[in-house]
Nanobody
Framework: QVHLVESGGDLVQPGGSLTLTCVGS????????MYWHRQTPGKEREMVAVIVGTGDSTIYPSAVKDRFSVSRDNNANAVYLQMNALRSEDTAVYFCNTWIEEQSFWGQGTQVTVSS
């Protein structure tokens, strides 16, 4: 049974940094690309990072490129999202996600609020 559990969300001031963690279980973690998405009320869910199973390749949209960094520790079945220079528009619920045998799995999300 696939499980994804995010943690690390918090209230942070603009310009601050935060690291989110997602721990996966129930699948071959090291062989599976992992995604981070975010969603705010009234908006579509937005992908903010992708990392391949080996960790050698990552992708970011322009909105977060150069501020967000995704990494993974396959020994710990964990993927991380390091977020720097946070802005109010980064406020959202952040989810990790993966696809296994054409089925999409999501964690419960973790709230990030950027506010002074």
């Amino acid at each position: 049974q696939v499980h994804l559990v995010e943690s690390g969300g918090d209230l942070v001031q603009p310009g601050g940094s935060l690291t989110l963690t997602c721990v996966g279980s129930g699948f071959d973690f090291s062989q599976t690309p992992m995604y981070w998405h975010r969603q705010t009320p009234g908006k579509e869910r937005e992908m903010v990072a992708v990392i391949v199973g080996t960790g050698d390749s990552t992708i970011y949209p322009s909105a977060v490129k150069d501020r967000f960094s995704v990494s993974r520790d396959n020994n710990a079945n964990a993927v991380y999202l390091q977020m720097n220079a946070l802005r109010s528009e980064d406020t959202a619920v952040y989810f990790c996600n993966t696809w296994i045998e054409e089925q999409s799995f999501w964690g419960q999300g973790t709230q990030v609020t950027v506010s002074s």
